[in-house]
């Protein structure tokens, strides 16, 4: 099992920027394939973006494509969430989650049901 920690949130007006880190310790991240995953009130917790481990890989959702990059550094352990364009609808707590592809250099997933490691969370809220 990682152990994951989110940090980089905060409070941003719309159309700033905001960058996102998620840091493993316990196991290093390079076997692991990452997402990035978010929760505003009320809402089902929905995929934002997913990498695999090697970077060849990566995924958005609809709703940030465009406007948000997913990058690792597997020498530092950790994975990046780059958020351009902020809108007040981007507002939730994002989650950064592991799942183990020792088995696939290419696999990633968009199912938070593929993922058994998962970080705390970090507040982002955008103004409008």
Known sequence: QVQLEESGGGLVQAGGSLRLSCTASGRTLNSYAMGWFRQAPGKEREFVAAINRSSTRTRYADSVKGRFTVSRDNAKDTVYLQMNS???????????????????????????????????????????
């Not at 981007?90 to 183990?100: E, H, P």
């Not at 199912?111 to 103004?127: F, I, K, L, R």
Request: aromatic letters at 14%.
């Open 86 to 128: 902020l809108k007040p609808e981007d507002t939730a707590v994002y989650y950064c989650a592991a799942r183990d592809t020792s088995y696939s250099a290419n696999a990633l997933y968009t199912d938070m049901n593929n993922y058994p490691d998962w970080g705390q969370g970090t507040q982002v809220t955008v103004s409008s």
